[in-house]
């Protein structure tokens, strides 16, 4: 792995405007992030890559977008309120607090951050952000900010299947935003308080859980090894008895070799018939399946896909980066795969001149209604096409002076830094072929 990984991503995502701290000119606002104009085009990169292979090509999947504010009595149902803690343990001495699972001894170990054993008795800390509904603070008014998109799935379980005539098994995918006060976040963008989720809830009987199961493993890792090219940095994990959620009778993780070491992904769940049941049993509905082939009636299990859109931008940064000795010292790639990257297309004029740039415009307008582009013509060629590779460009279109007599230009790739020369009716055309590459 790259030294010193974590530090380079930060600063490229800070100067080349992927990922700014939020609220930075007060100082920050703590672990939360605001993605600029390279970072939202990745980001929203990433979510239709997922949204394009778990919907859009799948004849069994359809999808959603339901409401961050719900029903309170949906996170009483879930579980949320009751069991979504984490154990924290404060320092009496410098007043950090900590995770339990972050402490190698325990409460009983020292500070990692003052040295001094002064470590409190964990106690239990919701993780849900409260707040209230309408003018009045009380208790009938008080709602709660989604730790996950997936509830918004099972209460429109029973909407979805009948308005869209879907026969079990079929899933609901939905992307969208969640809330989590968590105690120690940090790593970048790896854990915040507020982040965006992309999770999908595979509807089957009972008995085919299993075999859906694993179904859906293989797919999910598919999906990161053709996107991100690097299997060696994704790995399976299983959760113990003691780590899996309440709801889960089986749960692994694909979990990703960040900088600071392997780190949950995707979570990949058998959640069993527990969150229609319950929410069946909290809500007087019956959310039961019925099947007219067999007049039976019952609940669904139901198999979950679940990733971060910021975790899964920031693992597929980590995967693309690269390094390599050229002439001018080191070169910077950020070799993200086409369907990922930011702007597909560079039109670099050669100079100022403006001949150049009146005719490099007129190329840069013709692919502007096809694909996400840039246009450059600051600094010397050889440095607009390293600042091109730093954000992940795939192709830089070149306009000469050449180009104004025999009306081509040059294509020039990120990866091999080949070079061909095309005429301009041609172009987009080879551009095109060169994405799908």
Known sequence: ??????????SLSKRRGFVFPSSEIYGGAGSTWDFGPLGVELKNNVKRAWWRAMVQLR????????AILMHPRVWEASGHVENFTDPLVECANCKKRYRLDELSEGAGGPCPNCGLKKLGEPRRFNLMFKTFVGPVEDSASIAWLRPETAQGIFVNFENVQQSMRRRLPFGIAQIGKSFRNEITPGNFIFRSREFEQMEMQ???????????????MATRREWFRRLAGHDELFRFREHGDDERAHYAARAFDIEFQFPFGWKELEGIHNRTDFDLRRHS????????????????????YVVETAVGAD???FAFMCAAYDEEPDKEGIRTV??????????KVAVLPLSKKPELSELARRVWADLRPEFMTTYDETQAI????RRQDEIGTPLCVTVDFDSLTDQQVTIRDRDDMSQVRV???????ALREKLRA
């Not at 950020?334 to 702007?343: E, G, N």
């Open 281 to 300: 049993e909290f809500s007087g509905k019956d959310l039961r399946y019925f099947d007219d082939a067999t007049n039976e009636r019952f609940i669904p």
């Open 311 to 313: 975790r899964a931008t």
């Open 1 to 10: 792995m790259i030294a010193d990984l974590n530090d380079k991503i930060v």
């Open 382 to 385: 050889g440095r607009r096409y």
């Open 423 to 429: 005429g301009i009716p041609e172009l987009l055309p």
């Open 334 to 343: 950020l070799r993200l795969h086409r369907d990922l990257a930011p702007y």
């Open 59 to 66: 004849e069994d999947v359809v999808g959603i977008d339901a």
């Open 202 to 216: 595979y509807f089957c009987r009972p008995a085919e859980a299993p075999r859906l199961y694993d179904e859906w």
